[in-house]
């Protein structure tokens, strides 16, 4: 491709709002522009790093006997109503009426509608499994899009659907889904890990698991084990408890009520009393489907509502505004205790472990010291309702958790029946019975992915893509376009490496060198080749943009070389 003809119109400096080094870098490279806020349009060279993505996804997938399909974007919305959906995805479905008044919806995920689809097209067990997938446009109206294509309105998806007539067959896709998925982000040079997840809004009754592409600009945190490959969410992780009978006060003492005028906060009682918060217990009113519960955690612990959401079963969790805290606990906000509460208790299982602690006393500046869990209040349930910690022991083994930030590039679920048995897509088994078919869900973010490889692979000079979703090869500039050597010696090169494969941008603009060897380095091809001063010697300069190494080599050597680094 001549670059004289491309549509690349690179900036020296990128646009004010750009946060994050690669929407700074696809702006300032000329792979996307703006549209509208999360809306991107992706011109020639994003265009193509796409397809690159695309096509590795198709490959793997291929290889597993997926299906390749494609869905409308517009979604009647009463598949919305049967799934229950349609009120529990809340404001970023994008929704709309059509001239007849009848109501749809921009698909942020298709899940109504491939269910709806199979269930209509197969009825009986011998043609399972079954697996579809898409590469299409979603749509979700963020509240705040943001880092451009890391969060955006507008995205490339991949989103592949399993049906299957029992359990055991869903796990084997799932697996299988799981190995693609690896090699496709291996394939695309990510540095990247599988976690444990929280299925979120696409629920389901089975396991799920991220991929995150690591990355500080990363809105998610990923747990790892030191010493272990325990992975997980920060949403879904765990943390391994160690075995301690420390405690501040004798638990044998009768708990008894002291003042603490108008402190508060765990901070503020910590410095009042001079006890650690690991001796102090949180406690919460949150408001589980409209009905108070009282949460506990120790005072050092953040409550993790995915969690605590899970443990209650609920479909709606909102911590309680002021008033109804005050009139669960009697007392105003931040004197909150478990006893002699009329609520439900659910504790976290570290508070149920520690000995004598401090808590509130619900009533106005006091609180209790010499607090026993299971003596002088019972919690209801128990359950690991908390953020894991940095340094925390592992769940796994004796190693200790560290923290990661991650970009989530792909997630894969066990749905079970959640969407089958709501939308009637059932089969015959082999008894004659009918049943509900078994699912399992898969997504990759196309568009995303440009975005975390960008992340990870950049240097102060510009991107530095890996070959094999580059969106050319080489690059190779003429020093000097009016020189009818160069000129020559590009065009056989050109003609000599198109022949074996290699795709090249040929920068044949009328340029000062400086301009185009920065654009260059900006854009990131894998290898550039100038032709220069001394092409009437058949010499180049051949460059990896990854190395930075350079060196003056022949013609001959330099084909050679390309093919073996980028074929």
């Known amino acids: ?331 105003p906000v931040g004197f909150a205790g478990p006893v002699g509460l009329s609520v439900p208790i659910l504790a976290d299982k570290e508070v149920t472990a520690i000995g004598a602690v401090i808590a509130g006393a619900n009533k106005k500046d006091h609180h209790l010291k010499n607090v026993v869990p299971g003596r002088d209040f019972q919690a209801d349930a128990a359950h690991d309702i908390r953020n894991a910690a940095q340094g925390d022991p592992c769940p796994q083994c004796s190693g200790t958790l560290q923290f990661h930030r991650g970009i989530e590039i792909g997630h894969v679920f066990k749905l079970g029946t959640k969407y089958s048995g709501k939308l009637g897509a059932a089969v015959l088994d082999d008894s004659g019975h009918n049943r509900s078919m078994i699912m399992g869900c898969y997504g990759i973010g196309i568009s995303r992915i440009l975005s975390a490889i960008v992340e990870q692979n950049r240097d102060p000079d510009g991107i530095v893509w890996t070959a094999s979703i580059a969106p050319f090869h080489v690059h190779m500039i003429v020093v000097a376009v009016a020189d009818n050597g160069q000129m020559q010696l590009a065009e056989d090169m050109y003609v000599r490496l198109k022949q074996r494969g290699v795709e090249v941008l040929l920068d044949d603009r009328e340029e000062r060198p400086g301009v185009k060897f920065k654009d260059a380095d900006l854009i990131g091809i894998p290898v550039r080749i100038t032709i220069g001063k001394r092409a009437g010697e058949g010499m180049v300069e051949y460059k990896e943009r990854r190395s930075g190494e350079q060196t003056v080599i022949s013609v001959e050597e330099a084909v050679s070389r390309v093919c073996g680094y980028v074929l």
């Open 1 to 331: 491709m001549r670059q004289n003809k491309m549509l690349i119109p690179t900036l020296r400096e990128a646009p004010s709002e750009a946060e994050a080094a690669s929407h700074q870098l696809l702006l300032r490279a000329g792979f996307i522009r703006q549209t509208a806020a999360g809306v991107y349009a992706y011109l020639p060279l994003g265009w193509r790093v796409l397809n690159r993505v695309a096509n590795i996804v198709r490959e793997e997938l291929d290889h597993i006997d997926a299906l390749e399909i494609l869905m409308p974007a517009m979604q009647p919305a009463e598949l919305w109503h049967q799934s229950g959906r349609y009120q529990v995805y809340g404001e970023e479905l994008i929704r709309f009426k059509d001239r007849h008044d009848r109501e749809f919806a921009l698909g942020p995920t298709h899940e109504e509608v491939i269910t709806s689809l199979v269930g209509n097209e197969v009825s009986s067990y011998r043609k399972l499994p079954l697996v579809l997938y898409q590469i299409q446009t979603k749509f979700r109206d963020e509240r705040r899009p943001r880092f451009g294509l890391l969060r955006g309105r507008e995205f490339l998806m991949k989103d592949a659907y399993s049906f299957h007539a029992d359990w055991e067959s869903l796990d084997h896709s799932y697996w299988r889904m799981y190995e693609a998925y690896t090699k496709i982000f291996t394939r695309c040079g990510l540095n990247f890990r599988a976690v444990q997840a929280d299925p979120g809004a696409i629920g389901g009754e089975g396991g799920t698991h991220e991929f995150m592409a690591l990355a500080d600009i990363g809105e998610d945190t990923v747990v790892t084990c030191t010493d272990c490959d325990y992975a997980a969410n920060l949403e879904k992780a765990e943390a391994g408890y160690r075995n301690s009978s420390e405690t501040f006060a004798d638990i044998e003492a009768p708990y008894e009520m002291f003042s603490t005028p108008n402190i508060k906060t765990i901070n503020e009682l910590v410095g009042f009393t001079g006890v650690d918060a690991k001796h102090i217990v949180k406690t919460l009113i949150y408001m589980s489907d409209g009905n108070p519960v009282a949460v506990l955690v120790r005072g050092d612990r953040e409550v993790n509502e995915i969690k605590l959401k899970n443990a209650l079963g609920a479909e709606q969790l909102e911590l309680a505004d002021t008033a109804t805290t005050e009139q669960v606990i009697g007392a």
